[in-house]
């Protein structure tokens, strides 16, 4: 079991308590995944590109575990949506697919 600070504890609390305000019941996040995003993002892209990821990441997650892909949990849509964004952080703000389009990769 890993030691935790207090910060880490409040920011542990702060999640639950804000997932059961928005009643959203059966998700549980790794608050350190994704604080990591935000961090990898803010340094590769800007300091702001870190939260507003983080808002997209749940967004994406969100449609994906209400909609098209049946049986994924909402724990699985995170991380892979997680996953993705911090693919393409190395990349910055400029290049990558964005570059050329997305028609190839069916988004």
């Given at each position: 079991m890993a030691l935790h600070d207090d910060s880490t504890l409040d920011l542990d609390q702060w999640s639950r308590r804000l997932a059961q305000a928005l009643q959203i019941l059966d998700l549980t996040v790794d608050t350190g995944e994704i604080l990591e995003l935000a961090r990898r993002?803010?340094?590769?892209?800007s300091p702001e590109a870190g939260p507003l990821t983080t808002f997209y990441v749940g967004y994406a997650a969100a449609l994906d575990a209400a909609g098209s892909r049946a049986g994924r949990t909402p724990d699985q849509a995170v991380r892979d949506a997680a996953s993705t964004a911090a693919r393409i952080a190395d990349e910055g703000a400029?290049?990558?697919?964005d570059s050329s389009g997305w028609a190839a990769t069916g988004q």
């Open positions: 993002v803010s340094g590769s892209v400029h290049g990558g697919q």
